[in-house]
């Protein structure tokens, strides 16, 4: 093949994947589609350029707007969050932690997080971000039947390991962590707690999640991309004085330029939030909820019934009766329906690539306008794809349900522009 011709078939996949996605029911909980505003500030030529240090002070010339930016950036972050420092520097919600880990802790120093199989992220493990900083990880002792951390004993694990850092936030993570409950046991072992907030960052803007620096969470790390719905990337939020420590750690420790384009799309993201956050928040946690209680009512095994099966967009699944993790996503995309399959407590963590769940998130359904309504309709979809395997039926009706939800809400409006999915 000639470069022309790879460079053309690059071009022609991205169109093809375009297509796909608008035909498809994207319910993988780590993502989300952005704004038609914040695509087109993320793809301007603040991507060609480099902007070491900080506003005013640029190791570079040519950054009088990109200064500019930046400060509306912070300004937004810090409003929408109430956060007395923000550093929007990180690249990844996984550097934004490695950054966290460095301001706080030395290597050989013990970190309390959830275990993968728990839900914690994999940038909370050893092997990872974690052990990238030297950290020994203690695991939280956790309630699979609540599908949380355990409290009590938590508070005795902490006595024990006296950790530097304890780490809260997690990738499945259906109800609010123990922050305030654990605040005091952090106090006697003179550990710091930082929050992942990667996965709830959108909830927490609206306001329909737990708000952790309100409830004792010293740093809040986080990517910017899944209900909160900007480009790809990280941020940090923290109280004043630790500021200095997580600046270091970032610049020059971590990054050093910092992707300047998906700056101007978080800019534009973080303004959406503070006048539409609010309402697409609850939209989310009413969608998810009807959708746990609908794929409940249609035979399927979801967690947390007791607890009203989810406070957030995630919905977890124990498919093991239905053929597994694995077989079930596989099923489903065949069907035109993207989930992800997932690790659920008491899998082995060595059982990674058919484990026992799926998981679900609302939060890009949501954005494209579906309601409770729809909601109970993919539960039905599901259950034909799943259990009655009408995988071609369901696919032809997914394409014919996502003809009415093509246009991106809770945003501003710039559709005379841009057409969702047609910036290109
Ligand atoms: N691994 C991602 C997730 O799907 O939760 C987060 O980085």
């Known amino acids: ?68 930016v930046e400060i509306i950036a912070v300004e937004l972050a810090k409003k929408l969050f109430r956060a007395e420092y923000v550093n929007v520097l990180p690249t990844s919600g996984t550097v934004a932690n490695l950054a966290a880990y460095s301001a706080l802790a030395q290597p050989g120093d013990v970190m309390m997080a959830l275990a993968v199989p728990h839900g914690g992220h994999i940038s909370h493990a050893e092997l990872s971000a974690a052990g990238v900083r030297g950290l020994k990880v203690k695991s939280f002792p956790f309630d699979s039947e609540a599908m949380n951390i355990d409290v009590e004993k938590s ?173 079930v996503a596989e099923a489903l995309e065949k069907a035109n329906i993207l989930i992800n399959k997932n690790l659920l407590p008491w899998d082995d963590i060595t059982n990674a690539k058919n484990p026992s769940g799926i998981r679900l998130g609302t939060q890009e359904l949501t954005r494209v306008g579906m309601k409770e309504k729809e909601m109970k309709e993919i539960a039905r979809l599901f259950k034909r794809a799943i259990i009655d395997k009408e995988i071609a039926n369901v696919r032809r009706d997914v394409i014919e349900m996502k003809k009415s939800f093509k246009k991106v809400k809770f945003c501003f409006d710039r559709e005379e522009a841009y057409k969702y999915y047609e910036f290109f």
Request: charged share 25%; proline share 3%.
């Open 1 to 68: 093949m000639s470069f022309k011709k790879s460079a053309m078939k690059v071009r022609e996949a991205v169109k093809k994947h375009h297509k796909w996605m608008e035909e498809c029911l994207t319910m993988i909980a780590s993502e989300n589609v952005s704004s038609a505003l914040v695509r087109e500030v993320t793809a301007s030529d603040f991507g060609h350029r480099y902007a070491e240090g900080s506003p005013g002070e640029r190791l570079y010339q040519g950054c009088k707007y990109i200064d500019e």
């Open 155 to 327: 508070v005795e694990k902490i006595r024990e390991v006296k950790p530097k850092i304890m780490l809260f936030g997690a990738s499945v993570f259906l109800f609010p962590h123990p922050v305030r409950e654990l605040r005091e046991a952090a106090n006697e072992a003179g550990a710091a707690i930082v929050y992942d907030a990667a996965h709830v960052l959108g909830l927490i803007a609206g306001k329909q999640f737990q708000d952790p620096l309100r409830e004792g969470a010293d740093i809040v790390t986080s990517s910017r991309h899944k209900t909160l719905p900007g480009p790809q990337g990280g941020l940090i939020l923290s109280k004043e004085e630790y500021g200095k420590k997580i600046g270091r750690a970032v610049f020059p420790g971590l990054v050093s330029n910092h992707h300047l384009h998906h700056l101007a799309g978080l800019a534009v993201a973080l303004a959406e939030m503070l006048e539409f956050g609010e309402a697409y928040a609850r939209q989310m946690i009413k969608n998810s909820k009807a959708l746990a209680q609908s794929l409940h009512e249609c035979g399927f095994n979801v967690l947390c019934e007791k607890k009203g099966f989810t406070q957030s967009h995630h919905v977890v699944v124990d498919v093991s009766k239905n053929g597994g993790g694995s077989k």
